[in-house]
């Protein structure tokens, strides 16, 4: 991977930003703690010196130069503890007392401000030179007193201090970058991952699924809800695959035999009997429009399913109170279901509003009632339910017919199945669950099939107010 | 076809009695044809308009009694034609025929100012029947009490029907589908404008649910009768008539 493709990423650029400005920021809190210890340490050296000239100046005035030379000489061994530097010198920078064998080389007798300068001391066989830090002062018979500290101590702690500071940095730098590739790292991979899903899934295999590590990061969540979104598409796809092969099936049946009888008739002129009579037209020619009837009535039924899918609710959310929707149905059933045998009983004991499509609902009971109708045996009852539940409206289809397998259940709803033995088959254009279905589905419900030991309940629950 | 023109035919001569004139703005030269022709053989004067611009002059500029028009149509759309000539307080009735068939899509043409709606592909004696309809609205007029057809007497605020004098028990649908055919007595009326008047439905159930309660309300009325009155009309719908 080249520098300009890393920085390119997004998460590598953030990384790098933010490894920069904690590195500044760790530098300047450091590096402001390390000029701070250090003028510290300056003015405490100064301050000790600055005291120390004033109390040798006292003394200087209570007891002369012999005073002062006896106080020098019993601090002279404190030098190598405490680091402290004296000297007193008659007015030719002959040494008298203190801790120093002579007036330093280079040194000028400045007053008034700190001076500098090194002293060569034997140590342990080997000469050293200590950095000192001192002043000079005056007296007032005009000898020179100097006072300092070694500052070679102090200079080691803050040498040491500035390469803490250097490798905290240093360190801290290192963290953040290394932390934030990482992080830079893992979020392209799983951003390259989901890229390379996508691909797959764009070439046709709708079967991928994005991965969902159990993390339950932001990427977790992304994944799953673009799962979810797979899973509908992959569903409608399905369907609608299924659906394709059966209208070419479905419609190839119909069109076939329309073609036959046309073509029959076609011979028949064609074969010179011009006293066709109108019974003979109509032989031939009424089967055909009922044919086409088929035909057509199949491609609507498939038109609306497809509406009722791709539509929201938008347009045309009337008031419906669906007890008497089903009222009106099975009204409008009745007759010809008891004609057929069926008993039919409505169970619905208070108006049930909903906010909805009035035909679409109306076309939802009128398909479940002709399936009872053509699936239940005569001698069979079917009892439609409307009941008003908290916060939904519980509407049922039972009867006591062949049902539905449980294993057929999922199956049955989806366009062009039939289920049951041949002979039932054969009856149905298939859709009619399905329609079903999808107008639940596009007033919030969820149409289910169940067992009403013996038959079928078809079952969905119509929140009041959808969408 | 032949038997269900016939039949029409003879209604529509002896209840109208003058020439209807119709205009037929259809852009398909081969269906706009077909239906002339057929509506001619009924003994309508037909005239076609073959585009939006040259119906909406026709219809604003002729007198027609009845206009017929296709809802997708080069330079103005049935609906628009329609909008248009509503617009212009002309409140000649028009039929809106279309091959977009959704419930919403008929809501539209019927808010659009159509007084009917039928979805392409449609049986001849479907158009037929709903020009009829349409034709004859307010012959009888809608604030009325009492219809009689021959013998058979409905009382519309009683809500009672009587027949040679005996009363009839009917239910209160079956009381709305008589009421719906004898007010367009001696016309075919269709299984689909049935369920569109007497159950608010606006597709076809797949089943011919509606000829089990014709069959119940024939019963009721005709049974034990010499001359039926409820006539079914083969391939096109019923007809309540005094007569063959």
Redesign the interface.
Known sequence: MGVDRILRMSSARLALFYGALVTVLTSILLVSVYLVTRSALEREINAVVRAEVEDLADELRLGGVERVAATLRLRTDSWGRTGAVFLLADEHFRRIAGNLSEWPQNVAPVTSTMIEFEIRARERETEVLHPVEARIERLENGYWLLVGADTSERNTVLRRFFLATLWGVGLTALCIWLLGATYARRTARRVREYATTCETIMQGDLTQRLRVDRSHDEFDALASAVNAMLAALERQTTTLRAAFDSIAHDLRTPLYRLRVRLEEAQLRHTAGTQSQT?AE?EELV?PA?EE?DRV??TL?TL??IA?AEAQGLT??GDRVDLAALAG?MV???G??MR?AGLEVTLDAPEPAPLTG????L??LI?NLL?NA?KYVPAGGHVRVGVHNTPGAISFSVRDNGPGVAPGDRDAALRPFVRVGDAATRATG?GL?LSLAAAVARLHGAQLTLGDNAPGLIVHCDFPRNPG | MLSIRKSLDSTARANVGTVMHLLLIEDDAEAARFLAKGLRESGYVVDIASDGREGLFRATEGSYDLIIADRQLPHFDGLSIVAMLRRNGRHIPVLILSALGSVDDRIEGLRAGGDDYLTKPFAFGELLARIEALLRRGNVPEVTTRIRIADLELDLLGRKVIRAGKPIDVTSKEFQLLEFLARRAGQVVTRTMLLEAVWDLHFDPQTNVIDVHISRLRAAIDRGFERPLLHTVRGAGYVLRDGG
Do not use: D
């Not at chain 1, 499509?357 to 679409?360: A, I, K, S, V, Y």
């Open positions: 109108a037209t009424g429009l086409l057509q009535r609507a038109l609306e509406r347009t045309h009106n009204e409008l059933y007759p010809g004609a499509n009035r035909q679409l109306a076309q009128t002709e109708l254009s009619g």
